[in-house]
């Protein structure tokens, strides 16, 4: 046998390295990581994924409150981080906010009785989930549920368990509060012992805010009575401390400056794309889709190729915005912060278990900017524990007393739509720059991303996403009126108005930094992601659908025609069309009215609009009354087992339509109005009858 000489074994030594590197690639090194989480590494106190354990995080941290939440816009997780601060400035709790989906379930049965647990519950879309909810919710839902301990339902295992329960909610939903309702259930079911009265706060009657104030203080009454609290006079805390970096500056590479991640800041931005990570993607294509003036709606096709997002047909797409320069302006103006905009600030958590909303070291324009809801509605809780810093005696009087009336709040604040920079510019004029920066930061929500329904199909484009967004603006009159901008669809306007050769673009007066941070949106670019949504054609085309859109609420139907036209066109047998749909005027508003014809061509006799304009006539016609005039077809239909879908307002048009569909049902078929409604009920529960609709 040859001898071996050192090349040799170099050579050799050099292989076999290389090919254990490669078959444990993505095992023991490699293995790919949340860009969203190594983007917060330094930043938070609390390091997601160091323990699922809740109580292990709880003894650990010396927590015996744990205020979890489902959460899909952010408000309920707003309502958890304040109840979170009462337990603790009011009843002296050790207090801890946990997302449902960084911890597991099966040791509740464990969970000692000396201890709370409060559960802070958004429904979602027909009575589900929120995203970061689901997984608990299938567990405790379970019917073979077990724990720990190796107890199931028919032996108590939660019986140490003590919890209180707040759901948010819709009323025009069909199922209003279904999650926080079940969830109680469940855990009551399992043994857990409920304190006080579940509590509901309801979006649709615009009452949330006032049904949490009304449910919480009786809640902790009889908390403070179970757990022997002694209520304190509350003063406030910080949850996060604030360092101002005289030793950076927004240049600095490390610094922040509206990136929504590390990968960001690097330049090296990759997937995958989700909520906690955005594309920035490029708009392809911009356009005005209403042809009268002082109105807009836009038409926009963003382009995700490279990006490894997909979608399918009826999903939604995401947009991040930023604000508005004026009111970022008037937030560092009243806060006495405009010399020290572009002060550089880290900011870390004072507890343990406390994460900070977005990536530093940053600066206070950019946290302003691109992660704080500065626009948001305002509390009056929130405005009561600003009294405390105002510039003036008076002012604080008036700050109390706004906090303590509601009827007072309402006729000054919420009527009148102002944000917190508008409520402490008409309080007091001077600065209140005694307002520690943090009370903001955990008082007003993280800038949320808003969701579009996607008008195109995935089958006939699918790396490019169509939105089709009114520009939203409502008027207060009043001796100071106020016009209220929607935040991203105006972003979006400004984002269009560049790409039309536009300079400095400024819809209805506000600027936007649409280049974003350091330049990385320039070319007209936007950050979005895509969310899956369960409102879909039938997977057999042959099958018929009736489609209810309205306005803008035509979007997803645009993408489902689209997708059945081009079915057609492929030699597929596609089932009966029916689109209605309503607008004011069908010269001002009339949404793809050019391409409605296209379609017909295209599928023909099988297509079929029915038009509702509201305007064009001393008699104002809407979708709901085009319905009950086409009930021989739309029953037909129903009874050859098509979908009915509905896509718009909520609080109006979608539960008036559901009302003429169980009279067109129970009228046709010779029911009672009775059994009509059940019919309806059950084509929901079979998702015969899907809904896309908002308040």
Request: hydrophobic share 35%; aromatic share 10%; charged share 25%.
């Amino acid at each position: 046998m040859a001898q071996l000489d050192t090349l040799d074994l170099i050579v050799l030594i050099a292989l076999l390295v290389g090919t254990a590197a490669y078959f444990t690639k993505g095992t023991y090194w490699g293995v790919p990581k949340d860009p969203y989480a190594a983007s917060f590494a330094s930043a938070n106190g609390a390091k997601a994924g160091k323990t699922r354990n809740i109580l292990e995080k709880m003894d650990e941290s010396g927590k015996n409150a744990v205020i979890f939440y489902g959460s899909q816009t952010g408000t309920a997780e707003d309502y958890a981080s304040r109840l979170a601060k009462e337990g603790s400035s009011r009843f002296g709790l050790k207090t801890m906010v946990a997302d449902l989906e960084d911890y597991d379930y099966e040791n509740l049965d464990t969970f000692p009785a000396d201890k709370i647990a409060m559960f802070v519950l958004a429904t979602y879309g027909e009575g589900e989930p929120t995203d970061n909810a689901v997984d608990f919710y299938e567990f405790i839902m379970g019917e073979d549920i077990s724990f720990s301990e190796g107890g199931g339902i028919d032996s108590s295992p939660l019986s140490d368990l003590n919890f209180v329960a707040f759901g948010l909610g819709n009323n025009t939903y069909e199922h209003y509060q279904a999650l926080v309702r079940r969830v109680n259930t469940a855990l009551l079911k399992l043994g857990a012992h409920r304190i006080s009265a579940a509590g509901e706060g309801d979006d649709g009657a615009g009452t949330m805010e006032e049904d949490f104030l009304a449910w919480k203080e009786p809640m902790w009454t009889e908390l403070a009575q179970k757990m022997n609290l002694e209520e304190r006079e509350a003063v406030y805390e910080p949850v996060f401390g604030i360092t101002e970096r005289d030793d950076l500056t927004p240049d600095t590479k490390e610094v922040y400056v509206g990136e929504p991640n590390k990968n960001h800041l690097e330049g090296t931005s990759r997937g995958p794309y989700n909520a906690h990570n955005p594309y920035i993607a490029p708009i392809v294509e911009s356009r005005e889709v209403f042809t009268v003036k002082g109105r807009n709606c836009l038409h926009m096709e963003i382009d995700v190729s490279g990006s490894n997002l997909s979608y399918t047909t009826g999903d939604h797409i995401a947009v991040w915005p930023t604000n508005a320069g004026r009111e970022v302006d008037r937030f560092l103006n009243i806060l006495g912060l405009s010399d020290r905009r572009h002060k550089v600030i880290s900011v870390k958590g004072l507890d343990p278990t406390a994460r900070v909303p977005f990536p530093t070291p940053t600066t206070y324009d950019a946290a302003i900017r691109y992660h704080m809801e500065i626009c948001g509605p305002v509390s009056r809780q929130f405005v009561a524990s600003l009294a405390a810093f105002a510039p003036d005696e008076a002012s604080k009087d008036e700050m109390t007393r706004l906090g303590d009336d509601k009827d007072y709040f309402r006729e000054r604040v919420s009527n009148q739509y102002l944000n917190i920079a508008q409520v402490l510019e008409r309080v007091c004029e001077a600065k209140w720059s005694k307002v520690p920066f943090s009370i903001m930061m955990e008082s007003i929500q993280k800038l949320q991303p808003r969701y579009y329904s996607i008008s195109s199909s995935s089958l006939v484009q699918k790396t490019k996403i169509s939105i089709t967004a009114v520009v939203e603006e409502i008027r207060v009159p009043g001796s100071k009126p106020n016009i209220v901008k929607g935040v991203t669809t105006n972003y979006l306007l400004a984002l269009k108005q560049k790409q039309h050769g536009e300079p400095e673009p400024d819809p209805h007066g506000l600027t936007y930094a649409i280049t974003g941070p350091r330049n990385k949106y320039d070319g007209c670019h936007v950050p979005v992601h895509v969310r899956h949504s369960n409102f879909k054609l039938p997977s057999d085309p042959s099958k018929p659908v009736i489609m209810v859109g309205p306005g803008s609420g035509v979007a997803p139907f645009r993408g489902f025609i689209q997708e059945r036209a081009a079915q057609a066109k492929a030699g597929e047998k596609v089932g009966k069309t029916i689109l209605f749909y309503g607008c004011r005027k069908p010269t001002e508003d009339f949404l793809y009215k050019d391409e409605w014809e296209m379609y017909k061509q295209a599928l023909g006799d099988s297509f079929e609009l029915f038009t509702a304009f509201s305007r064009e006539t001393a008699e104002k016609v809407y979708v709901q009354q085009r319905l009950s005039e086409q009930a021989t077809l739309v029953n037909e239909l129903l009874q050859q087992k098509g979908n009915f879908y509905v896509c718009g307002d909520a609080s109006n048009m979608a539960r008036e339509v559901n009302t003429m569909l169980s009279q067109i049902v129970a009228n046709q078929r010779g029911l009672s109005a009775e059994k009509g409604e059940e019919i309806v009920k059950s084509m929901r529960s079979s998702n015969q009858y899907q809904e896309d609709v908002w308040s």
